[in-house]
């Protein structure tokens, strides 16, 4: 008991190492000889040698001993076997914890011939009979074998040599050629043994038939004859071969033929059915009788009573021509272990069963047939179960994956595309617990917090949001290390949404949205009818858009066209924008935000006090079919001068475009209309009438002082002025580029000194002002986009640097200051949104 647990079943032994105890180790097996030394049980040795290794239920090591293996002790009908583990938390056996233990077992009712067959290899012990002469000789002379057959030994008994019996060809092996092809002998003082690999290259692939009983067959039967033949395809693994050995002055030769079903195995409604012929013909060679002794079976070596196989549903036939198992698939004493097949998870059905059959001949006397046979069913898919628990005031997902058997343990996640272990899972925020069951099986539990980066969060409705946990498991079976990975996708919908809100205003000029962001709109874009309202759309717009992380500012232009007009009245206008927030993926609406503003409708129109009239006529919902640029004035050829989809902006003098005037005491009132026909239509559509008014009687007081000199009179005059623009490099205008300079190379905000000199006429009484001055992105004056450095002759007060005048003194190049400007002006560039124009 504890971790190895050793049981002796017959001629076997059978030791097994702990599943608990051992799991997650590395074992090493050896075989401990009497001298104390240890032999490491690889595959071939074991083989050889009669040892076989399996894993047995849920990954429990199991290893059975033969009576009669090699480093075992045999002395007055107890064997006794000594093995020695060693397991290691590493591959390299390091800090291995040692384990040694010894079994002895009792065996004394061996039969004339026994055999074997094992999981992976076959064994024949037989009894060595001597002759009567030979039982009673006295040698009394040398002995003389070692002349002539150096080969042999010097025991008493000893095996020399065996024969193989081929369709094609006999051949003979001394020996140590024998055991170095791999096979195993021994001898004992009453046994010959012969053991060997079903992969030897002397084994042969042999159909066995059943009886087809027919009534001649019947009778030789009864009278312990043996019928005929007829093959019907069970195939075994045979061996024919003769041992001879040598005792005192003679060679003795046994039959040591050896004979294992390989198939035989059926699987039917559920039904595992192994059937095994009575008669085996490489066994019976010579044999002219046949009777049946006994036939006994059970599950890991274990003999069955009726009672207990009818218990577990199991039939045994003992039938005229084979003995038939039969066992229901899932029945008690065998387990089911998972399998993959194609990246599938599956799982087998497996017994190890057994069969010992027993029967008397006139050449052998008795022989106990033992079989050893694990079977496994045919792979079966499997489904998984995935569930879901939502701890919500922990804000944590649970996932459950399995039920999974014993064998099955999980390796890695992949997360976001980086596969990592199970510990490293940690960092991303996923914890895994194991969860085991009363029966041995075990679910993995994953348990993510709602908030991890790695979980999808998406926005479902009203106050709903989703949570996705999108990760793939990676499992690996034991001992088979097979690899299959099973995607678990797993949403919850959590009550937490929280929608963005928007607050609108207006000034004199604009519209205002601000909108505060919730927690579902990260990948959310504003959206203006059907365009994205992005920066360089709204510096084309003349849109302000503003974000600072934590709030987004949108301001349009009272007469943008992505602004909607209603309710018109004769002294105000209703004014609105609209704004959608989408999907950044799908483009599927999720937000409608807008700001409505009631307007005068003295926005519309500038009376100039130069009697220029600027008048905008806008489009009010319900007149989409308008075409604005179609709209005129009382003469309809005075058309607008600035047409958007929504707006038409038409700009005249009160004395054109059939204004009409009206007078009366205090005012002039200007009137015109803007005016849509059909094309063919005599009478408008569409009527905007609008007046100017000017005061004809105005009162101020002003303070005046009588001067002798009389006021100074302004005379037009006429003639050809010449000037020039020059660049200076620095603020003492000492030294201008030249023109093989050009062009001259400035950084952002430093400063470029101009001067304006009238170079012709030289007249002292002339003054030169600079009125308008204005930057181009060309050298063409009229190209656009224009910035202007002085209006008026005064600095532009939207520059965010203003132009800086110097006053100009009398100086040897400086005849005439009157004649000279100068100002200073700081270096910029064009851009078109955020892109630098660089001509």
Request: charged share 20%; hydrophobic share 40%; net charge negative.
């Amino acid at each position: 008991t504890g971790p190895v647990n050793l049981e002796c079943l017959g001629s076997l032994l059978r030791i097994t190492l702990s599943a608990e105890y051992f799991e997650d180790k590395y074992i090493s097996l050896f075989v401990v000889d009497q001298s104390g030394t240890a032999w490491e049980l690889g595959e071939a040795m074991a083989a050889q040698c009669g040892y076989s290794v399996t894993y047995s239920t849920w990954r429990s090591i199991e290893l059975r001993a033969s009576a009669l293996s090699c480093h075992s002790h045999l002395e007055k009908e107890i064997f006794t076997v000594t093995i020695q583990i060693k397991a290691s938390h590493t591959p390299d056996m390091t800090n291995a914890t040692t384990h040694l233990k010894s079994a002895s077992c009792h065996y004394g009712l061996w039969s004339p011939r026994e055999l074997i067959c094992e999981s992976n290899y076959m064994e024949v012990s037989v009894r060595r009979e001597l002759p009567q002469t030979v039982k009673d000789f006295v040698q009394d002379e040398p002995e003389d074998w070692t002349p002539l057959f150096p080969e042999t030994k010097a025991e008493e008994a000893s095996i020399w040599q065996i024969v193989f019996h081929q369709p094609e060809e006999k051949r003979a092996l001394l020996v140590s050629n024998a055991w170095s092809a791999g096979y195993g002998l021994n001898t004992t003082d009453s046994r010959v043994l012969l053991r060997v690999p079903y992969t030897a290259a002397q084994v042969q692939l042999v159909e066995v038939g059943v009886f087809l009983l027919t009534q001649q067959a019947a009778k030789l039967c009864r009278s312990n004859q043996m019928p005929s033949l007829q093959d019907q395809g069970i195939t075994f693994s045979v061996l024919r071969s003769s041992t001879f050995y040598k005792y005192q002055w003679m060679i003795l030769m046994v039959d040591t033929a050896m004979a294992c079903p390989v198939d035989g195995v059926d699987y039917t409604n559920r039904t595992i059915t192994w059937t095994v012929p009575k008669y085996i013909p490489p066994l019976s060679a010579g044999v002219t009788s046949f009777k049946d002794v006994l036939v006994e079976a059970g599950v890991d070596l274990h003999k069955l009573s009726a009672k207990e196989m009818a218990s577990r549903k199991y039939v045994l036939l003992n039938e005229l021509k084979v003995i038939t198992m039969k066992i229901p698939i899932g029945a008690e004493g065998g387990y089911y272990k998972t399998s993959v097949s194609d990246g599938q998870l599956g799982v087998k059905y497996t017994i190890n069963l057994f069969l010992e059959h027993q029967w008397e001949d006139n050449k052998w006397g008795l022989t106990k047939h033992t079989i050893i046979k694990e079977i496994e069913t045919p792979f079966e898919q499997a489904e998984l179960a995935i569930t879901n628990n939502l701890n919500l005031s922990a804000r944590l997902m649970n996932v459950t994956v399995g039920t999974f058997l014993p064998d099955v343990e999980l390796v890695n996640l992949t997360i976001e595309g980086v596969a990592v272990t199970v510990h490293e899972a940690v960092q991303h925020g996923y914890l895994i617990y194991r969860t085991r069951y009363s029966n041995g099986s075990k679910a993995y539990v994953i348990q993510v917090p709602l908030d991890a980066t790695s979980v999808k969060k998406e926005y479902m409705r009203d106050d709903m949001r989703a949570y996705t946990v999108n990760v793939t498991l990676t499992f690996i079976t034991y001992p088979s290390n097979e690899i299959f990975v099973v995607p678990v996708i797993a949403l919850s919908a959590v009550k937490d949404a929280v929608l963005p809100s928007a607050r609108g205003f207006c000034d004199g000029r604009n519209l205002h949205l601000i909108i505060t962001p919730g927690n579902v709109d990260q990948n959310w874009l504003p959206f203006i009818s059907d365009w994205h309202l992005t920066q360089e759309a709204a510096q084309k717009y003349n849109i302000i858009l503003r974000d600072n992380g934590t709030h987004l500012a949108i301001s349009v232009p009272f007469l943008s066209s992505y602004v909607s007009y209603e309710a018109f009245h004769t002294s105000a206008i209703k004014a609105s924008f609209h704004l959608t927030l989408k999907d950044g993926i799908t483009l599927a609406q999720r937000r409608d935000f807008s700001v409505s503003c009631i307007f005068s409708s003295s926005e519309l129109i500038q009376c100039m006090p130069n009697g220029t009239v600027i008048i905008t006529a806008v489009k009010l919902l319900g007149g989409e079919d308008l075409d604005t640029a179609l709209l005129v004035l009382r003469d309809r050829q005075c058309k607008p001068s600035l047409v958007t989809e929504k707006t038409a902006t038409f700009k005249f003098n009160v004395n054109t475009c059939g204004t009409s005037r009206k007078f009366n005491s205090t005012a002039v009132t200007y009137e015109n209309e803007i005016l849509y026909f059909r094309p063919g239509n005599e009478a408008p559509i569409y009527q905007l009438k609008f007046l100017c008014s000017y005061a004809v009687k105005q009162t101020a007081d002003v303070q005046y002082e009588s001067k002798k000199n009389p006021p100074p009179t302004m005379k037009p005059g006429f003639g050809c002025l010449a000037l020039s623009l020059k660049l200076f490099k620095d603020i003492s205008y000492s030294e201008p580029h030249q023109e093989s300079e050009y062009p001259v190379v400035k950084y952002l905000r430093e400063a470029l000194y101009f001067e304006v000199e009238l170079l012709q006429p030289k007249d002292a009484r002339l003054d030169l002002n600079l009125d308008e001055c204005w930057a181009t992105n060309s050298q063409s004056q009229d190209s656009l986009p224009q910035w202007h450095i002085l209006i008026h002759g005064c600095e532009n007060n939207k520059d965010s640097y203003r132009t800086v005048f110097h006053k100009v003194n009398y100086s040897l190049r400086v005849k005439f200051p009157q004649h000279f400007k100068r100002f200073e002006v700081r270096m910029f560039t064009f851009v078109q949104g955020t892109s630098l124009l660089q001509e």
